[in-house]
């Protein structure tokens, strides 16, 4: 029996950014692309605070319990993400420029 691939989403090298070690750096690789209209609203608004490819990241605090909220340090910059929020950022840990 064949199956057809209706366009599911390329595997990652990395993880996503929740599943990302705090302190680690990391450099985004892509945020992914939902189908719903607050999906996309959402995505929106992470590219344009600046979850772009080839930006370093990483997590520098989490709530208890359940690590939520995430604090992320992108560029001289703090953001507090909700998990569901930080699963949609494809992330490779290392970064060569951060700090």
Do not use: C, Y
């Amino acid at each position: 029996m064949q199956t057809k691939d209706f366009g599911a989403a390329p595997a990652h090298p990395g993880l996503r950014l929740d599943q990302l070690p705090s302190h680690q750096w990391a450099t985004v690789l892509d945020v992914a692309r939902p189908e719903s209209a607050d999906g996309r609203e959402l995505v929106l608004r992470l590219t344009e605070i600046g979850f772009v490819p080839g930006e370093a990241v990483r997590i520098v605090a989490s709530g208890i319990p359940g690590r939520e909220p995430i604090a992320v340090r992108l560029g001289h910059t703090t953001f507090a993400l909700r998990r569901h929020e930080a699963a949609l950022i494809h992330v490779v840990p290392g970064a060569e420029n951060h700090g």
